[in-house]
């Protein structure tokens, strides 16, 4: 039977870059995330009868929501719900699900990279059926949905036991649990050359993969241990588990040091990787040498060719616009289009389903292609193991060669987190205010030639998202970017992104911190961060 619990609005429930994330108290509080997954389903009105995919990544407070979800699924119509055993599907994943089952969307459970348990972070977001995550006029009309919502539906069932594989009936509908695993991993065989990998694996190639004991343990096992033939004990932290092991599941030189200290002694192995909470970031260092995202990107785009699920080459390249150029110039030497979207994995959706690019990227550790609609970390980290295996080089190796044919990008990230909201907002207006009287003036040798808030107009659907950074960019291709996250649950976190070009025949073996302090030192004069918020170090740099 279907009941309609009546319930009032929630302040608040507005979708941020991935989704609507808050701390899980938030989240326990009655009718809460029963409100916000009524909101989503009353947008996106499912056919009778749709499927909708359900999971997550594991995090405290997973279960609880899931068996709300799938009595709120069927009495709202569904026909079918898949949800992945043990409620995990990672992030890529759950878009594999959608595209291959012809779901009419998801609900991905998770809060990302941020830390788990009762007192941590908890999340929702919906992906829409190619995949991806809803585009803005969606969440924006959940959004508005839930400020007016006054009623969700349920049927009465017992909870579904989510750790056994098979369908139950439930109302007029039914429950399928899935394997989480087995579909991406047959995805991830299409694509990838397994047997180049493994032979390089059999002639000694050693990698480690650090799961930051969140959703990618079973997908790395599987994939690296058992079908690529790595070692034993290859996979860290494996078993996910509801709190991260106290950590935070964000694959950065922080919360992956126990990584970089590994790839960075005497007896490294070959190639280190690692993945966050939901399974869409991904980390990659050489043996003594961290490739930063926006390298990565723009080293995967050169070399993809050799996989054979892109033996037909690179059609087009976009990454987000904070990220480095350096995918740019790997366009430009391809003859292929590059686009300079927002932050978030869903301006890439249009460019992908109109099939004008191949591959995308963001600094933020995200990287993937048109096999799915989201970031993609296992992808990633198959993609580079594919090239070293083809080409039998290593990290090291392929950044020198690299850089020495594009040149190479400086890059590094500023995060001031848990800012008090209206300071770091005084600091963007501030400063907007300031942008038109930028260009001409000069910050020691740092000569201002442009100064703008990035406005995108999407080149496939027209639609217009403004006020998606500020942009300061300086003669001879240098640039700092600065912008408010959309993903923290706490105040405000100011972002400040450092950008400085060397070209090839110029010095592309120094250190980074040192070939950035000029652009540090204006970032500063620009836009006064420490007068605005009482900070003069960042709380993390990437
Ligand atoms: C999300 C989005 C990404 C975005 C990132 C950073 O990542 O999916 O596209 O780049 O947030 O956002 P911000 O700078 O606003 O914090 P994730 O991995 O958290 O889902």
């Given at each position: 039977m279907i009941r309609s619990i009546p319930s009032t609005p929630y302040a608040g429930q507005k979708p941020g870059t991935s989704g609507l994330r808050k701390k899980v108290r938030e989240?326990?509080?009655?009718?809460?995330?029963?409100?916000f997954i009524q909101a989503?389903?009353?947008?996106?009105?499912?056919?009778?009868?749709?499927?909708?995919?359900?999971?997550?990544?594991?995090r405290y407070h997973n279960r609880t929501v899931i068996q709300a979800a799938i009595r709120i699924a069927i009495a709202n119509g569904y026909g079918r719900v898949l949800v992945g055993q043990g409620g995990i599907l990672s992030t890529p994943a759950a878009s594999h699900v959608i595209r291959s089952y012809g779901a009419s969307?998801?609900?991905?459970?998770?809060?990302?990279?941020?830390p788990g348990g009762p007192d941590e972070d908890f999340g929702i977001k919906y992906n829409i059926a190619n995949g991806g995550p809803a585009p803005e006029a969606v969440t924006e009309a959940i959004y508005a949905r839930t400020l007016t919502i006054d009623r969700w539906l349920t049927v009465d069932a017992p909870d579904i036991d989510l750790d056994r594989l098979g369908?139950?009936?439930?109302?007029?509908?039914?429950?399928?649990?899935?394997?989480?695993?087995?579909?991406y991993a047959d995805l991830m065989a299409t694509l990838f050359d397994f047997a180049a990998i493994r032979a390089a694996v059999a002639a000694g190639f050693t990698a480690t993969f650090d799961a930051m004991h969140a959703v990618t343990g079973p997908y790395a096992v599987e994939i690296f241990e058992r079908r690529l033939g790595f070692a034993a004990g290859t996979?860290?932290?494996?078993?996910?588990?509801?709190?991260?092991?106290?950590?935070?599941?964000?694959?950065?030189?922080?919360?992956?040091?126990?990584?970089?200290?590994?790839?960075?002694?005497?007896?490294?192995?070959?190639?280190?990787?690692?993945?966050?909470?939901?399974g869409d970031r991904n980390l990659i260092v050489g043996?003594?040498?961290?490739?930063?995202?926006?390298?990565?990107?723009?080293?995967?785009?050169?070399?993809?060719?050799?996989a054979p699920g892109y033996a037909g080459g690179v059609k087009g390249i976009a990454r987000s616009m904070p990220t480095s150029a350096a995918a740019d110039r790997v366009a430009a030497a391809l003859g292929i289009p590059a686009f300079e979207t927002p932050t978030g994995w869903k301006f890439f959706g249009n460019l992908l389903d109109a099939g004008r690019i191949t591959i995308c990227g963001e600094e933020s550790a995200g990287t993937s292609s048109d096999h799915v609609r989201e970031k993609d970390g296992v992808w990633a980290v198959l993609a580079w193991l594919n090239i070293l295996a083809v080409r039998g080089i290593s990290v090291a190796a392929l950044a020198r060669e690299h850089w020495a044919t594009y040149g190479r990008t400086y890059y590094a990230r500023h995060d001031y987190e848990a800012l008090p909201t209206e300071a770091a907002a005084a600091l963007i207006?501030?400063?907007?205010?300031?942008?038109?009287?930028?260009?001409?003036?000069?910050f020691g040798p740092l000569h201002v030639d442009l100064?703008?808030?990035?406005?995108?107009?999407?080149?496939?659907?027209?639609?217009?998202?403004?006020?998606?950074?500020?942009?300061?960019?300086?003669?001879?291709?240098?640039?700092?970017?600065?912008?408010?996250?959309?993903?923290?649950?706490?105040?405000?976190?100011?972002?400040?992104?450092?950008?400085?070009?060397?070209?090839?025949?110029?010095?592309?073996?120094?250190?980074?911190?040192?070939?950035?302090?000029?652009?540090?030192?204006a970032a500063e004069a620009i836009a006064g961060i420490a007068r605005h918020t009482g900070r003069t170090q960042p709380s993390v740099i990437t």
């Open positions: 989240f326990a509080q009655a009718n809460y995330a029963e409100n989503v389903i009353d947008v996106v009105a499912p056919a009778p009868g749709a499927t909708l995919v359900i999971g997550g990544d594991g969307g998801a609900l991905v459970l998770s809060a990302s990279h941020n369908d139950t009936p439930v109302g007029a509908g039914v429950v399928s649990v899935i394997d989480p695993v087995a579909d996979v860290k932290n494996r078993v996910p588990l509801e709190d991260f092991g106290g950590h935070h599941p964000d694959p950065n030189r922080v919360h992956a040091k126990a990584l970089f200290d590994t790839m960075y002694a005497d007896d490294a192995p070959d190639f280190g990787a690692a993945s966050d909470g939901d043996r003594g040498c961290y490739v930063t995202p926006s390298d990565s990107l723009a080293m995967l785009a050169a070399n993809l060719h050799l207006a501030d400063l907007t205010a300031r942008l038109p009287a930028l260009p001409g003036t000069a100064a703008d808030s990035f406005c995108y107009v999407d080149p496939v659907d027209g639609a217009t998202s403004a006020n998606q950074g500020l942009r300061v960019l300086f003669a001879g291709g240098s640039r700092i970017v600065f912008r408010l996250s959309g993903t923290g649950t706490e105040g405000a976190t100011l972002r400040v992104y450092l950008e400085r070009y060397e070209p090839a025949d110029g010095a592309l073996d120094q250190d980074t911190d040192a070939m950035l302090a000029e652009l540090i030192a």
